[in-house]
């Protein structure tokens, strides 16, 4: 029997309610033993760590994330913390998280259920069969090199800096994970910077070119500008396999991708990190691309798949249950066919059903 | 009789081709006579001044754009000068000219042509009628912040630096810009930054909140975070009026909504200085929105309207013409409605014609 330690964190918002219905799924396994069953133990973070504890996360909460096999995280924010000072922000929970973890992979499939096709903005043609995977730099950038401060100046007015800093490591890891998972998948990886404009994107482009000479023939790579990848996301998004691209690039082309595939409110995502040299073991947290939904937190409406998805990736990356993890994805492809829908997902001629009414229906189709 | 003098730019690929259409208009217009008359100069900028004195804009030019009513810009770049030299790239010729003109503020309409709302990959009814006007800051933020290099480390690797500066002064410029504008349209502001993790995004919220003071209740403000903008405008794009954002979020959004509208071949921008306090003059530079398209450039395919719309937008911001600017824009709408398009907007039924072609049937209509 292997014991997986889960570290839960449904933070804020709409987090508390899908977390609720991926606890439902642990149990179902414990209950069904079979070789592997898991061990879970829950703790703050976010807005919700703030109100008890004065910060988003606590050093305790982030020992225990780093013994853990994985941490499930739900979402945080919300209109409650907006004046909460900037160190102490929700989401600063989030990003010490990654940062301390050294989760330097985020890994966000921007896929199209086939039965929400007609949900996206985009036509049809454009969208169905849709599988990106977004490897997103998540460590690095602007969200964490230094100085990133606001200073006063003589004349009353402000001055405000943020540093966006790569270096050769930093960039060839995560190219190197990016290649790793086109050869699993289409053979191909899009890298988008802004080299015209940013040294970091010469030396992005530069990196990514060097660590592709270990992969060519067989995974072809285009270099393409940022902004001409967010254009072509919604000219036509598949003709992308991986894309590779920083971490603030990401952030806004990971988002757009998924609005783009109709399937929000479904996606989920991983954070990795580096594998330990001799266990093997890499640190690593799985989140909803999702955010905290305020406005519908609290009413039992919101579409818990995204979570729920986010635990089939923590299976499949870092509890070795592939077969568990593919049981869960045909579950929610089962309740989907069934039309079975939230709110965020309703389309005329199907049934409308709560949180938890859609974790249940899922647990039934295990 | 008032004259203006107009610098032209036609820089690379496409650009020399749909300048050449806009030579077209200036002479009817010089010929017509009514008050107003064109003297135009013509010089390199990008690859093409790269090729003839190594760099991609001469002070010689520049001094010439600062004196100039109103530049007329085409496009840079193309794969003959990737190799050349980051300082002297044809894209340094365009980022000199908007920095030493101070040109702070980039406005880029995104708006359906109606005629080509069925060439969106948007659903027809998220795009029929999309009229949004993107308000880009242009020179500050990570595009000109200081240091930008690269260093060599002690390891052998690299390390580069980008840094995302902006004041106050800087932030409060093109906030007023933003609500001026939106006072003569729907009288709705949203600026997109990422103050959740970017000291740049906090100073932002901050200054566009205190500057919008003297614009409410009239002119609504709603703060958006850069990555939700970015999903917003595949979601709903119908819901903005004005967006306010940075350089580099602006660079990305701006494209990304461009596409959505379906009329990418189709849009102008305007670059524009502070008007000067006696005579208020500004400099100014107006471009398309598209590159220099090197797969079709040469062959007479490119799509002159975003071109001559952008010497439209001249009229009206720099020239005090505007009932000839609307003449303009009457003609581009009666072409389109009589069915002639050029390859990239193409679609059944429809009458496909060259640059120059389109060019001359879009005089024969003013
Ligand atoms: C919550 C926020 C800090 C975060 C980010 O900007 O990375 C979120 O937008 C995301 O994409 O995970
Ligand atoms: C050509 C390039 C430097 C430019 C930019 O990044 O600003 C372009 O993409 C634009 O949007 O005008």
Chains 1, 2 share one sequence.
């Not at 730099?137 to 100085?147: I, S, W």
């Amino acid at each position: 029997m292997t014991t997986h330690k889960l570290l839960l964190l449904p933070g804020d918002g709409i987090g508390l309610e899908t977390m609720t219905e991926v606890e439902r799924i642990i149990a179902f396994f414990n209950a069904q033993g079979g070789g592997h069953s898991f061990e879970t133990e829950s703790d703050l973070v976010g807005g919700a760590a703030y109100d008890a504890h004065g910060v988003a996360v606590t050093d305790a909460c982030v020992a225990t994330a780093k013994a853990a096999d994985a941490v499930i995280f739900g979402a945080v924010g919300g209109p409650k913390w907006a004046d909460a000072p900037y160190a102490q922000r929700p989401e600063a929970g989030l990003l010490r998280l990654r940062k301390d973890l050294d989760l330097f992979a985020n890994l966000r499939p921007a896929i199209c259920y086939p039965a929400l096709a007609d949900a996206s903005s985009l036509k049809r043609e454009l969208v169905e069969g849709l599988d990106i995977m977004i490897v997103r730099e998540l460590t690095g950038g602007v969200y964490f090199g230094e100085p990133k401060e606001i200073v006063t100046l003589e004349d009353g007015g402000k001055r405000a800096v943020d540093t966006q800093l790569y270096t050769t490591r930093e960039i060839a890891r995560i190219a190197k994970v990016a290649f790793d998972l086109a050869r699993k998948r289409g053979n191909k990886v899009h890298s988008a910077e802004k080299h015209n404009v940013m040294k970091t994107g010469v030396l992005w482009k530069e990196v990514v070119t060097e660590t592709h000479k270990t992969y060519a023939p067989d995974v072809e790579l285009h270099h393409i500008l940022a902004d001409n990848c967010a254009m072509q996301l919604v000219r036509n998004p598949k003709q992308f396999d991986v894309i590779v691209t920083d971490n603030l690039f990401g952030d806004v082309l990971s988002d757009e991708a998924a609005m783009a595939t109709g399937s929000l409110g479904m996606l989920p995502s991983a954070s990795l990190g580096a594998a330990d040299e001799k266990t093997g073991k890499r640190m690593a947290l799985y989140e909803p691309v999702h955010g905290s939904a305020p406005d519908i937190a609290g009413k039992g409406l919101a579409n818990p798949i995204a979570t729920i998805a986010s635990f089939g990736m923590a299976l499949r990356y870092s509890c070795g249950m592939s077969e568990q993890a593919d049981l869960i994805d045909n579950a929610i492809a089962g309740v989907l066919a069934d039309g079975l829908r939230t709110g965020d997902i309703m389309q005329p001629g199907m049934t409308e059903v709560g949180t938890s009414e859609m974790g249940a229906a899922i647990v039934k189709k295990l």
